[in-house]
């Protein structure tokens, strides 16, 4: 499930957000309903546009093998922040990714 702490971190430093998830989308809706500073997408890739910033916070499958190359063309910055550990730091690095793991060393 999306990170509802996260977000409202995000957004009281002033990011904007544009969130994706695929199981709690209905739940993120009525939680921050039609606010400017957060945009609750209905598809991965549109989440990414114009992007500093990816940050996996779930490890739902359809977020295990996504299309790398359309990724990085998406995102302003192509920076992933994997809260899961769930995509290879080698692989993301040579795709021209920065890359962290949260909690890995």
């Known amino acids: 499930m999306f990170n509802r702490v996260l977000i409202e971190q995000l957004v009281g430093e002033g990011a904007r957000v544009r969130a994706y998830d695929p199981e709690a989308g209905h739940e993120a809706s009525r939680l921050f309903g039609s606010r400017d500073d957060v945009s609750l997408c209905t598809d991965p ?3 990414l546009e ?3 910033a990816l940050v996996i916070v779930t490890e739902w499958k359809a977020f295990w ?11 302003r910055h ?3 922040f994997d ?3 769930i995509y290879n730091p080698q692989v993301l690095r040579e ?5 962290e793991g949260i909690g890995r060393r």
């Open 50 to 52: 114009g992007a500093d």
């Open 65 to 75: 093998s996504p299309d790398f190359a359309r990724v990085k063309t998406l995102m």
């Open 78 to 80: 192509p920076a992933v």
């Open 45 to 47: 890739f549109a989440a």
């Open 95 to 99: 795709l021209g990714f920065h890359y």
């Open 83 to 85: 809260g899961r550990n």
